[in-house]
C-alpha cells in the first residue's frame, strides 16, 4: 500500500522478467540536493522567522487601531495557524502543479498580502489580507520545501531536514532587527509594503525546487508536463490541405488561372494566416486537454490518500501520529508566551532584560535541529529513538519550568527546551518512514495542520 523510504530517489528496470536492480539517481544526498536544502533554509527564514518577529507589528497594530490586545493578536496567530492548518489542502496543489509552481504560486500570494495589508483601516481588514491570504500563501510555500529536501535525500535526510529547518530561529533574529528598523524608519505600513517585496524572494526559493526525475511531482525534467507525441499526419494534413488547394487552383482552366493571377499574393496571405489559426486553435486545444487531465490526475491522487482504499488513516501507527501532533507543537510555543509572566512574578525582570531567557531558547533550539540531525543519521542509531527521547525531554523541560525560581534555573531549564525541541525537524523523516515518500506529501501537511491546531489551543490551555 505504501512506498518503502528503502526506495527513494532509485528507479528500477522495465523488463518485469529480470530480477529489478537499484539504480541510483545522482541528485540523490548530492549536487542539486544541496541546493534544495539552501532553497528551504530561506524559505524558513521567510516565512517562519517573520511570523515569529509578528509582536513588533502587533504594537504597532495595538497604537494604531486601539483595539482590545486579545483581538489584536488575533490577526497574527490567525496567519500562523492558517499557513499550517491549510496544510491538506496545499498536497492537492503539490499532486496537481507540482513543488515548483506550487511554492512560486505562494510566494506571490504571500507578498500580495503583506502589501495589501500596508492599506489597512482596521484590524479586520487585517484578518482577511494578512491572516488569510499571506497566510494562505506562506502554507503554500512552506510544504513544498519540507517535501522537495525529502525527496532528494536519502542517507542524509535527518541533517539535510535540520539544517533547512535552522532558517527559523535564524529567521527570528533577522526579521525582528528588519521589521524594527524599517518600522522605525518608514512606519509600519511602508515596513509591510517593503517586506511583501521581501517576500518575493520566495518565488526564487521556489523556481530553484527542480523536481528530481521525470514524471516525479508532476513535473518533466525542465519542471514542465511531459508532452504527448502528435501523429505525424496531425500537422501534416493541415500544411498538405493548403497546398491540395494551390495545385486544384492552379489545375484550373487558363481563364481561371489568367484571373488568379492578380490575387494570388493575397490568396497566400489567407492560406497563412488560416494556417497560423488552425494551429493556434489545435495547441490550445491540446494544452487545455493536458491540463485538464493533470488536474483530474492530481485531484485523483489527493483525493485517494485521504479517502481511498489506499487512505493514510488505515495506517493505525500514521493516525497515532496525527493524535500525538494535536499536542507537541504546543509544548514549544507555550514557553515563548509565558515565560514573560514567569519573568515578572519571581522578580527576575533585570536579569532577564540582560540576557532574555527566550532568545537561549532560540539560540539552543538551532544547534539542537543540527545536532540531532547528525545523531539520528549515524548507522548505529534509529532515528525514532532520537525522535522520542528528545520529546520526553522537552516533556519533562515543561512540567519543571515552573518549579525553578532563580534566573539560573530557569536558563537551564530554557537551554534544554531550545536543545530537546530541535526533533520537530525530524518529524517529516518519522513521516516519510510511516507512509513513503509517495504519501509525503499529503502525510505531511496532515501532520502540519494537527501542530497548528496545536499552536491555537495550547497556549490558552495552558494559561
Not at 70 to 95: K, Q, R
Not at 174 to 180: E, I, R
Not at 193 to 200: E, M, N, R, T
Not at 219 to 234: R, T
Request: hydrophobic share 45%; net charge neutral; glycine share 10%.
Amino acid at each position: 500500500m505504501y512506498t518503502s523510504h528503502e526506495d527513494i530517489g532509485y528507479d528500477f528496470e522495465d523488463d518485469p522478467k529480470d530480477k529489478k536492480t537499484l539504480k541510483p539517481h545522482p541528485d540523490i544526498d548530492g549536487g542539486w540536493a544541496w541546493v534544495m536544502v539552501l532553497s528551504s533554509f530561506f524559505v524558513h527564514i521567510l516565512i517562519m522567522g517573520s511570523q515569529m518577529a509578528l509582536g513588533v507589528l502587533n504594537v504597532e497594530w495595538l497604537e494604531e487601531f486601539h483595539q482590545s490586545r486579545g483581538l489584536t493578536a488575533w490577526v497574527s496567530s490567525l496567519s500562523m495557524g492558517v499557513t499550517l492548518i491549510v496544510g491538506p489542502f496545499i498536497g492537492l496543489f503539490i499532486n496537481t502543479c507540482g513543488c515548483r509552481r506550487t511554492a512560486i504560486i505562494g510566494g506571490l500570494l504571500n507578498s500580495l498580502g503583506w502589501v495589501l495589508s500596508a492599506y489597512a483601516v482596521n484590524v479586520y481588514y487585517l484578518f482577511i489580507t494578512f491572516g488569510l491570504a499571506a497566510g494562505f500563501g506562506s502554507g503554500m510555500a512552506y510544504l513544498p520545501a519540507v517535501v522537495m529536501v525529502g525527496r532528494y535525500f536519502q542517507k542524509r535526510r535527518a541533517l539535510a531536514q535540520g539544517l533547512s529547518t535552522t532558517g527559523t530561529g535564524f529567521g527570528t533574529f533577522l526579521m525582528t532587527v528588519l521589521l524594527k528598523y524599517l518600522c522605525a524608519e518608514y512606519g509600519w505600513r511602508n515596513a509591510m509594503f517593503i517586506q511583501g517585496a521581501v517576500s518575493l524572494n520566495l518565488c526564487v526559493c521556489g523556481a530553484l525546487m527542480r523536481p528530481l526525475s521525470p514524471g516525479m511531482d508532476g513535473d518533466g525534467p525542465e519542471g514542465k508536463a511531459p508532452h504527448h507525441v502528435l501523429p505525424a499526419h496531425s500537422t501534416e494534413s493541415i500544411r498538405s490541405s493548403g497546398q491540395l488547394r494551390d495545385a486544384e487552383e492552379k489545375r484550373g482552366g487558363p481563364g481561371t488561372e489568367d484571373s488568379s493571377l492578380g490575387d494570388a499574393p493575397a490568396q497566400a496571405c489567407q492560406e497563412k494566416a488560416a494556417h497560423r489559426k488552425d494551429m493556434c486553435a489545435f495547441r490550445l486545444l491540446k494544452t487545455v486537454s493536458q491540463l485538464t487531465m493533470r488536474v483530474r490526475k492530481g485531484f485523483w491522487d489527493w483525493y485517494s490518500g485521504y479517502f481511498g482504499t489506499a487512505s493514510l488513516f488505515t495506517n493505525r501507527m500514521f493516525v497515532a501520529f496525527i493524535f500525538w501532533a494535536l499536542f507537541a507543537y504546543s509544548s514549544f510555543v507555550i514557553p515563548f508566551i509565558h515565560l514573560p509572566e514567569i519573568v515578572n512574578l519571581y522578580n527576575l525582570s533585570e536579569q532577564n532584560d540582560v540576557f532574555p531567557l527566550t532568545s537561549i531558547i532560540a539560540i539552543v533550539h538551532i544547534f539542537g535541529k543540527v545536532v540531532l540531525g547528525i545523531v539520528a543519521d549515524l548507522p548505529c542509531i534509529s532515528v525514532w529513538n532520537v525522535f522520542l527521547m528528545a520529546n520526553f525531554t522537552l516533556v519533562l523541560s515543561i512540567f519543571i519550568l515552573p518549579l525553578m525560581h532563580t534566573y539560573a534555573g530557569l536558563a537551564v531549564i530554557c537551554a534544554l527546551i531550545g536543545f530537546s525541541s530541535g526533533y520537530f525537524s525530524l518529524m517529516p523523516v518519522v513521516t516519510e518512514d510511516l507512509v513513503g515518500i509517495e504519501h509525503l506529501a499529503n502525510a505531511y501537511g496532515i501532520i502540519i495542520c494537527a501542530n497548528g491546531i496545536s499552536a491555537l489551543l495550547g497556549p490558552p490551555f495552558a494559561g
